[in-house]
């Protein structure tokens, strides 16, 4: 399809496991974002992918969480030894190269810690 | 701290009238205001932005207002329709494309608009 494509939609997992989730951004796309809204919550930026550059990782929480992004395309978000606080859907979204900052989301992965 | 506020969490509003979602924030720094649209199971869509440079953006029943001495934006819709029943998430840019850190967000309003 043509717009931003997270794998899996869905998953649950045991604490301590550790879970990776994919992002397919929109094709040309230069600008990559990981989000996550934890329950009552806002959207929360994790970090951020801009062409070439070195990743603005700020948002991330703690050093049990790294992203990267392949070719300057596709990401995966990893955490290691999930904790509950953890369960959240994690949002992943892609900017054009226009001044406007919009960014178009995928539909989001729905991360269950039991 | 939050940068981005949206103090209701909730807004009823009968279908017809208007709707105004209430944003503030107070990074001076934020030059680019967008708002985004949610519905259940979905990602964010976006909706309408403003520049800093600007007080007003109109778009068809949306229209986004700034304040920037009261570090204020609200995001009027008239006539409420019930389709736009969904999450309204204000967010705010330091720069264009979104800035090197990244849009942040306020923590939405849950809109329903009653029949």
Same mark, same amino acid.
């Given at each position: 399809g043509a717009g931003v494509s997270q794998s899996p939609s869905n998953k649950v997992t045991e604490k301590g496991k550790d879970v990776e989730l994919r992002c397919d951004p929109i094709?040309?796309?230069?600008a990559l974002y990981w989000y996550r809204q934890s329950l009552g919550q806002g959207l929360e930026f994790l970090i951020y992918f801009q062409?070439?550059?070195?990743?603005?990782? @700020?948002?991330?929480?703690?050093?049990r969480f790294s992203a990267e992004r392949t070719g300057g395309s596709v990401s995966t978000l990893t955490i290691q030894? *999930?904790?509950?606080?953890?369960?959240a859907v994690y949002l992943c979204a892609s900017g054009g *190269?226009?001044?406007?900052g919009e960014l178009f989301f995928g539909e989001g992965s729905r991360l269950t810690v039991l | 701290d939050q940068q981005v506020k949206q103090n209701s969490p909730s807004l009823s509003v009968q279908e017809g009238r208007i709707s105004i979602l209430n944003c503030d924030y *107070?990074?001076?720094?934020?030059?680019y205001f967008l708002w985004y649209k949610k519905y259940p199971a979905e990602g964010p869509t976006f909706l309408i932005s403003i520049s800093s440079i600007k007080d007003k953006n109109e778009d068809g029943r949306f229209t986004v207002f700034l304040n920037k001495s009261a570090k204020h934006l609200s995001l009027h819709i008239v006539?409420?329709?019930?389709?736009?029943?969904a999450v309204y998430f204000c967010a705010a840019s330091g720069? @264009?494309?979104?800035g090197a850190d990244g849009l942040t967000f306020g923590k939405g309003t849950h809109l329903i608009i009653q029949p």
């Open positions: 094709s040309g796309h230069t062409g070439n550059s070195a990743p603005d990782k @700020s948002g991330l929480p703690s050093d030894r *999930t904790q509950q606080e953890d369960s *190269t226009g001044d406007t | *107070t990074n001076s720094m934020f030059d006539p409420s329709q019930p389709g736009d029943s720069g @264009s494309g979104g």
